[in-house]
């Protein structure tokens, strides 16, 4: 089993930045869970991919709607993945959510295995 935990949530004006991190716990090194990722959550909105990174090689990926503004890392020896957000928008307010799993794609929301509870993001002035 995997337990992950977000933190680093918040309220922030338009234009400001955040840091969330997700610290994992549990079975973080088999290769059922070789790819992280962050999710997001608006009301009323499907649960949308946001980035996603390979533990081993660090590879990242990003949705086109944040691409250049967010930024995923991975710290191996301390099993935590964080997202740096900056120039937030109003339309990134959210519940984010990190993932752990063994995506085919690793955008691929269904086929992570593990989730946190989420963290809130208010962009708003």
């Given at each position: 089993?995997?337990?992950?935990?977000?933190?680093?949530?918040?309220?922030?004006?338009?234009?400001?930045?955040?840091?969330?991190?997700?610290?994992?716990?549990?079975?973080?090194?088999?290769?059922?869970?070789?790819?992280?990722?962050?999710?997001?959550?608006?009301?009323?909105?499907?649960?949308?991919?946001?980035?996603?990174?390979?533990?081993?090689?660090?590879?990242?990926?990003?949705?086109?709607?944040?691409?250049?503004?967010?930024?995923?890392?991975?710290?191996?020896?301390?099993?935590?993945?964080?997202?740096?957000?900056?120039?937030?928008?109003?339309?990134?307010?959210?519940?984010?959510?990190?993932?752990?799993?063994?995506?085919?794609l690793i955008r691929?929301?269904?086929?992570?295995?593990?989730?946190?509870?989420?963290?809130?993001?208010?962009?708003?002035?």
């Amino acid at each position: 089993q995997v337990q992950l935990v977000e933190s680093g949530g918040g309220l922030v004006q338009p234009g400001g930045s955040l840091r969330l991190s997700c610290a994992g716990s549990g079975r973080t090194d088999s290769s059922a869970t070789y790819a992280m990722g962050w999710f997001r959550q608006a009301p009323g909105k499907e649960r949308e991919f946001v980035a996603g990174i390979r533990w081993s090689a660090g590879t990242t990926h990003y949705a086109d709607s944040v691409k250049g503004r967010f930024t995923i890392s991975r710290d191996n020896a301390k099993n935590t993945v964080d997202l740096q957000m900056n120039s937030l928008k109003p339309e990134d307010t959210a519940v984010y959510y990190c993932a752990a799993g063994a995506p085919s794609l690793i955008r691929r929301r269904n086929e992570y295995s593990y989730w946190g509870q989420g963290t809130q993001v208010t962009v708003s002035s």
